[in-house]
């Protein structure tokens, strides 16, 4: 047995544990037959093949055993079967499916488990989308599948493409395509792993890694453990014992195919069932934590038909550059954007980058000098920076120091267009408030670019209790009006004055370019609520000319009337008639140029109550 060495366990997301995920219980019998065993908790979508088909894999390993065709001297190069990885995340909308270190931890549980079987995998590709269709419940063999794997997948006669969405349907944790199958090595091979099955997942108990490690040894031509249920061929592999069906838990001593029990045709089963369950073993449906080997017979068959149905996998020798799909989604024009251009080096000894070309000016990278170490993986910056707006896509071709070995240059496409611009009043935005307040007021944002305009409220001062709405997205030329709620409780007015005037600053994250950040002024004006309604003194006292009459309003107030009366009783000036004043301290002006010297009355009334001041006119 090809024991897993020590489990590289991630530095991160490793939550408590959280409900057990049920999952029905289904293994598939020969020919596909579905078989049910109760309580069992992994489901894989791969269909156990007819046994016809089984055999005729099984002689596909004999005859390249025979001619040893499995020694690495007969590959193009030595060591383990290095694997490119294209990684493709896939979102319905609900947030983040996997991080990077997941993924990352992912690799290093693949590699772990199949260091035994000398394959090597290596992320060559990571890239993430966003589609509700292909995220959220994707079903085996759907349309949804097919069209997310056409759109997304990377050339699979090279790459090992592993798609993984937020969630499968019917409780499925993973499928994978078999090398044999008619869909191998067409744009519909690979991979497929619920993100809930990756390492720190919410698939407990199935969050370790090893939902992956059994849907990548399907892909490599393994079958499970209890394919044949007590029948020949069984798995195709002579030694993993005969089991009934897939093992639930970590059963340890568990055998389901004893030779005294009977076989298809009535009679015992004999000495070709002995062997207790290999419940340890990647193909089987134990938990994670169960699982802990491949077998030397494993190992054979799985290079084997990797030689005989994935040929450029298996030769290796050669040097893979790769750029994820989504690498230059949301471009802009001028604007420089950069992504990851990974150089994977499947050959058994250092490659030096000599050159890096682009097919279009557009896209630019460097790297040349850079050392990709045997089987190993060198990161460059690949710059665009587009010109115009609309498509552009480029062919990057690397060159190394080692000529013979075969070069896969990297495809890129990209689509740009005019930068988002957001623009919002330079003036600072006033609000005017009394003490232990709440205020609202409106300013406008507006995107006057050629793209969405995407934004979020950010830093704002203290006394800014909310801003709705706080985030969204504007098309080109729209504009939205944000309230911006203004809370003074705590901004108390100094003794000795009316008033107090506070400033501070909005900050609005955008997706401009040019202005990722904007900042918009505020000032919030605190006034002391007045006791009662009232005239203040007027001033200048004496005055001529323009003199002010203050007023102080302890509530809001309708049908007020301000009007100055002589020493006679005459009416000489109305201020105000019938007319409404927000609560709080405020000033009218009465024009005394023309009124005689003499001692004048100013007279306030409103449904609340009325109040007179007095102001002596001196010429």
Not at 531 to 560: H, K, M, Q, S
Request: negative net charge.
């Amino acid at each position: 047995m090809f024991d897993r060495p020590a489990r590289r366990r991630p530095l991160v997301l490793r939550p408590a544990l959280l409900a057990v995920v049920a999952l029905g219980a289904v293994a598939v019998g020969p020919g596909g037959a579905a078989q049910t065993a109760e309580g069992n908790g992994r489901r894989c979508g791969v269909e156990n093949p007819p046994p016809a088909q089984v055999e005729r894999t099984t002689q596909i390993v004999q005859r390249r055993r025979a001619l040893g065709a499995l020694r690495p001297a007969l590959r193009a190069v030595e060591g383990p079967v290095m694997v490119p990885v294209a990684v493709h995340v896939v979102s319905d909308g609900g947030g983040a499916v996997v991080t990077d270190a997941q993924v990352a931890a992912q690799v290093d549980v693949l590699n772990a488990a199949f260091g035994g079987l000398d394959f090597q995998f290596v992320l060559a590709a990571l890239d993430r989308t966003e589609n509700e269709d292909w995220g959220r419940r994707l079903r085996l063999r759907s349309s949804a599948e097919r069209e997310m794997k056409r759109a997304l997948a990377l050339d699979p006669t090279v790459y090992l493409n592993l798609y993984v969405p937020a969630t499968l349907a019917e409780d499925y944790l993973g499928w994978a395509t078999l090398p044999d199958e008619r869909d191998a090595e067409t744009p519909l091979d690979g991979v497929v792993v619920g993100g809930r099955a990756f390492p720190g997942g919410a698939a407990v108990p199935f969050n370790e890694g090893d939902t992956a490690v059994h849907e990548v040894g399907h892909w490599a031509g393994l079958l499970h453990t209890f394919d044949g249920a007590c029948s020949a061929p069984n798995d195709g592999v002579a030694d993993t014992p005969w089991e009934r069906f897939g093992a639930t838990g970590c059963p340890v001593g568990r055998d389901t195919c004893r030779p005294e029990d009977e076989g298809p045709d009535g009679q015992p089963l004999g000495a070709a069932a002995e062997g207790l369950d290999p419940i340890q073993n990647y193909m089987d449906y134990s938990d994670d934590a169960c699982m802990t080997e491949f077998t030397p017979g494993q190992r054979d068959r799985a290079r084997a038909l990797t030689a005989e149905f994935r040929p450029a996998v298996a030769a290796g020798g050669r040097v893979v550059a790769t750029v994820a799909r989504s690498a230059f989604r949301g471009a802009f024009v001028g604007v420089p954007q950069t992504a990851p251009l990974r150089v994977v080096n499947t050959a058994s000894e250092p490659v030096t980058i000599t050159a890096v070309r682009s097919s279009d000016p557009a896209f630019a990278v460097g790297g040349v000098g850079t050392v990709v170490p045997a089987a190993g993986v060198a990161v460059l910056d690949l710059v665009f920076t587009p010109a115009a707006a609309g498509a552009a896509g480029a062919t990057i071709t690397v060159e190394t120091d080692r000529p013979a070995l075969a070069v896969v240059p990297a495809t890129v496409t990209a689509a740009a267009s005019l930068p988002p611009i957001a623009r919002v009043g330079t003036e600072p935005v006033r609000v005017v408030a009394l003490e232990d307040e709440r205020v609202e007021v409106e300013l406008e944002l507006v995107n006057e670019g050629g793209a969405a305009l995407t934004y979020s409220v950010g830093a704002a001062p203290p006394w800014v209790a909310a801003v709705e709405p706080a985030e969204g997205t504007l098309a080109p030329g729209g504009a939205a009006g944000l309230v911006v709620t203004v809370s003074t409780e705590g901004l108390d007015v100094p003794a000795g004055q009316r008033e107090r005037e506070v400033a501070g600053a909005l900050s609005i994250a955008t997706n401009d370019p040019l202005r990722p950040a904007v900042e918009v002024p505020l000032v919030a004006v605190v006034s002391e609520r007045p006791d009662a309604f009232a005239v203040g003194n007027p001033y200048p006292n004496p005055g001529r000319g323009r003199i002010t009459v203050p007023l102080a309003f302890p509530d809001d107030a309708d049908g007020v009337t301000v009007e100055v009366y002589d020493a006679l009783g005459r009416r000489v000036a109305v201020l105000a008639e019938g007319a409404a004043f927000a609560a709080g301290f405020r000033d009218l002006v009465w024009d005394a140029a023309g009124a005689p010297s003499g001692v004048y009355v100013v007279q306030a009334r409103s449904a609340g109550g009325a109040d007179v001041g007095r102001v002596v006119v001196a010429r």
